[in-house]
């Protein structure tokens, strides 16, 4: 009786052995073996996007000209940011004045180089995001460039050196924002 046992319990041994090498669950009786109860891969895709769409950055909140005094040069009050942006769709990109009543920084000018300044409302720049969609572009002097080859560095100066108002009293912290207008080239889509 000992031999049959011990004989029966190394055939379930070898049975349990065999079901386990064929890569699969036994379950029940050999009819109903499960095998590769799991599986799984990872599925990847691009997905074009169906509507256009155009981003912004700038690295600044805020520039400080410091103390200024009309009259005096105006590269005294000299500025650099950096700018970029990316989408689908070209755009041109405007900046302006939130308060356009304001005597003072009406007088802000706009320059990717030091030698062609255009005032605020009239400085444009354009960005061919179509060229590197969905990946940071800057400007340059030459164009627009892909953000991994340049810094995209701009200029803005306060020049108040014709400036003849009376300015009665110091004035502390004066303020205006400049929001940069996205408009975009609707002919640089296709189709």
């Known amino acids: 009786m000992k031999n049959v046992i011990l004989a029966f319990y190394f055939f379930i041994v070898f049975?349990?052995?065999?079901?386990?090498?064929?890569?699969?669950?036994?379950?029940?009786?050999?009819?109903n073996t499960i095998t590769n109860s799991s599986a799984e891969f990872d599925v990847v895709a691009d997905i074009t996007a169906t509507q256009?769409?155009?981003?912004?950055?700038?690295?600044?909140?805020?520039?400080?000209?410091?103390?200024?005094?009309p009259g005096k040069d105006s590269d005294l009050y000299r500025q650099k940011y950096k700018i970029r942006a990316r989408g689908n769709v070209n755009v041109n990109i405007i900046p302006?004045?939130?308060?356009?009543?304001?005597?003072?920084?009406?007088?802000?000018?706009?320059?990717?180089?030091?030698s062609s300044w255009k005032k605020i409302g009239e400085y444009e720049m354009t960005f061919n995001l179509t060229k590197n969609e969905?990946?940071?572009?800057?400007?340059?002097?030459g164009g627009i460039e892909n953000m991994t080859s340049s810094n995209g560095a701009q200029s803005v100066k306060l020049d108040l050196s014709n400036y003849n108002e009376v300015?009665?009293?110091?004035?502390?912290?004066?303020r205006n924002s400049v929001k940069f207008v996205i408009v975009p080239d609707w002919s640089s889509i296709s189709g």
Do not use: C
């Not at 304001?102 to 030091?114: E, G, Q």
């Not at 009293?169 to 004066?174: A, C, G, H, L």
């Open 167 to 174: 300015i009665p009293f110091t004035i502390e912290n004066y």
């Open 134 to 141: 969905g990946h940071w572009s800057v400007l340059e002097s």
């Open 96 to 114: 302006t004045l939130v308060n356009s009543d304001d005597k003072i920084f009406s007088n802000l000018y706009f320059s990717r180089t030091f």
């Open 52 to 69: 256009y769409w155009a981003e912004v950055w700038l690295n600044t909140t805020e520039i400080d000209f410091g103390a200024v005094t």
């Open 15 to 31: 049975m349990v052995a065999v079901s386990a090498s064929t890569n699969g669950t036994f379950i029940g009786n050999q009819t």
